[in-house]
Nanobody
Framework: QLQLVESGGGSVQAGGSLKLSCTTA????????MFWFRQAPGKVLEWVSS????????SYADSVKGRFTISRENAKATVYLQMNSLKTEDTAVYYC??????RGQGTQVTVSS
């Protein structure tokens, strides 16, 4: 059974940092691309970042480029999202995912001014 479990969210002041983790089970982790999405209150789900299965090629939404870093540790079946220089507009529930429809339960990130 597929499991995606996010952790590491919390409350931080603008300019601060957080590192999200997503541990997985029930999939051949090394063979799949992984994604981070987020959803702010009253807004649609937004793609944040992705990392390929082979080679670890990364992509970022323009809104987070240069501030967020996605990485993966295949031996631990875990994907990370390092978030630096956080802004109030980064406040959202963050989900790791294998695709847009297959996501974990999410972890709340709140950035205050």
């Amino acid at each position: 059974q597929l499991q995606l479990v996010e952790s590491g969210g919390g409350s931080v002041q603008a300019g601060g940092s957080l590192k999200l983790s997503c541990t997985t089970a029930g999939l051949r982790f090394g063979n799949v691309a992984m994604f981070w999405f987020r959803q702010a209150p009253g807004k649609v789900l937004e793609w944040v970042s992705s990392i390929s299965s082979i080679g670890g090629a990364t992509s970022y939404a323009d809104s987070v480029k240069g501030r967020f870093t996605i990485s993966r540790e295949n031996a631990k079946a875990t994907v990370y999202l390092q978030m630096n220089s956080l802004k109030t507009e980064d406040t959202a529930v963050y989900y790791c995912a294998t695709d847009r429809e297959t996501r974990g339960q999410g972890t709340q990130v709140t950035v205050s001014s």
